[in-house]
């Protein structure tokens, strides 16, 4: 059995896989883990790639795109590590960070899931961890309301504007970016909800663990670089929002109140025409 299973899900970002999965190797140094990478049918040549510069890498290559919850499930299943780390394709890992971390849940049995620190390319914070969603602060999302007011209470609240990014804390969720958790957290293998499409998989599974009583982490002296929806920005921001809506709808119905999805449900639409309304504004702003 291997210490970690790295599982990478990839769509077009061959560029970024490539310095990803360098920088693994170069900065991994204490453990013994497996990477896996399962492409989405990717048009740009990471199949090809991944056959050329990385045969020690096991690649899953698809012939349509499964999304992400499905596709993790693809290596998850096929995975012997004692940990599994979903790791995003536009991170870089930085020196021992996978180390440092699989050295943490050895020594926490308590910990369910773990989240580091992620930076953004100059180095800077990226802020990661979350409460867990309410209606409030998704129907102010929803009405782009943070857009116009981003230091209204229920997103200070929801953003944990208030935490210490410098000190080890337990949170709600961590960003899906880089999280790793215990195989066997939820069964003997613990795979995503596959009714989510992208967005939002990574809190339900956050939300199922705490419910088991375990504990999610963050934990700050392991750094990874994340540049941040590099797969995902290559869809136009209406159809985004038309698979975040989906996506909310699914974890609310799971996990809310029966109200809660009314209002969901009615807000929607009003939320399609603000991301066209934001989208076209944009265009005219980069012509003008």
């Known amino acids: 059995m291997y210490d970690l299973s790295v599982i990478i899900v990839s769509w077009n970002t061959k560029n970024l896989i490539r310095d990803c999965l360098i920088s693994i190797k170069n900065n991994t140094h204490k453990i013994l883990y497996e990477v896996y990478l399962v492409d989405n049918n990717s048009a740009d040549g990471t199949v090809e790639m991944m056959h050329t510069e990385f045969e020690d890498v096991k690649l899953i290559a698809n012939k349509t795109n499964n999304g992400f919850a499905k596709a993790n499930n693809q ?52 802020e990661s961890c979350r409460r867990f969603p309410d209606i409030t602060t998704y129907s102010n999302i929803l009405l782009k309301i943070h857009a116009i007011f981003p ?24 960003m899906g970016a880089a999280l790793m958790y215990r195989t066997n957290i939820l069964g003997e293998k613990s795979y995503l909800d596959e009714d989510y499409w992208i967005w939002f998989e ?25 540049y941040k929806a590099q797969s995902f920005s290559q869809l136009m921001k209406v159809n985004q929002q038309k698979v975040f809506n989906r996506s909310l709808l699914i974890y609310f119905t799971k996990n809310g109140e029966k109200s809660d999805v009314l209002i969901l449900k009615l807000l929607f639409p ?19």
């Open 75 to 126: 290596a998850i299943k096929l995975s012997n590590g004692k940990y599994v780390i979903l790791l995003n394709p536009d991170t870089v890992v930085l020196e021992n960070a996978l180390d440092l971390m699989v050295n943490y849940l050895d020594n926490n049995k308590d910990v369910g899931i773990l989240g580091c620190k992620l930076l953004n390319k100059d180095g800077s914070l990226q």
């Open 151 to 174: 230091n209204k209470k229920c997103f200070s609240k929801y953003f944990m504007k208030d935490m210490n990014y410098d000190t080890i804390n337990e949170v709600d969720q961590v």
């Open 202 to 226: 990574e809190v339900d599974f956050c939300y199922n663990v705490k419910k088991r009583g375990y504990k999610v982490i963050y934990l700050p002296d392991a750094k990874i670089v994340h």
């Open 270 to 288: 009003i939320s399609i025409v603000l991301s066209y309304v934001l989208q076209i504004g944009k265009a005219l702003k980069r012509k003008g």
